[in-house]
């Protein structure tokens, strides 16, 4: 049983070492794009929605890619999809974007930012999924 846990540890370290090194990559780039369109406190969190809006639709593109075009090494997926990706957005500074909104005497605001952030993430990825998927079927006619 020991010598199973052992083999299965070692199987998943490329995949968690590939994560890491991808989520460290996604962070950055998110840091990247505060510095460059900071946000001031206590107004609209664009620059938050904008990067969920943006990561959602490079993942979509991504899963479509990796999925009916392009047989990715095993590895792609979990650093680019769960590493750079999932770096890149950032649902947890959402969550505290709205404590903050609310706590700082603009629910309204952060009522508003709480809808428009799983909508606009959905449609993203939604319309970049259709939207590969005719341009892949595009380019095999």
């Not at 049983?1 to 070692?10: D, G, I, K, T």
């Not at 957005?89 to 969550?95: G, I, L, N, Q, V």
């Not at 974007?97 to 005497?105: A, N, Q, T």
Request: charged share 10%; hydrophobic share 55%.
């Amino acid at each position: 049983m020991a010598r199973r846990r052992l083999a299965r540890a070692r199987a998943l370290l490329p995949v968690v070492a590939v994560v890491s090194l991808g989520g460290s990559a996604g962070a950055a780039a998110r840091y990247g794009a505060s510095l460059l369109w900071p946000t001031a406190s206590g107004t609209f969190p664009w620059t938050t929605l904008a990067v969920n809006v943006v990561g959602c639709a490079v993942i979509g593109v991504f899963m479509v890619v990796i999925s009916d075009v392009w047989a990715a090494h095993r590895l792609v997926r979990p650093f680019f999809g769960t590493g750079v990706l999932g770096g890149f957005t950032t649902f947890s500074t959402y969550a505290v974007d709205i404590r903050l909104l609310v706590g700082s005497g603009r629910p309204a605001t952060g009522m508003a930012y709480l809808g428009l952030t799983p909508v606009a993430a959905l449609a993203s990825v939604w319309s970049a999924v259709w939207v590969t998927r005719r341009v892949v079927a595009w380019r095999q006619t």
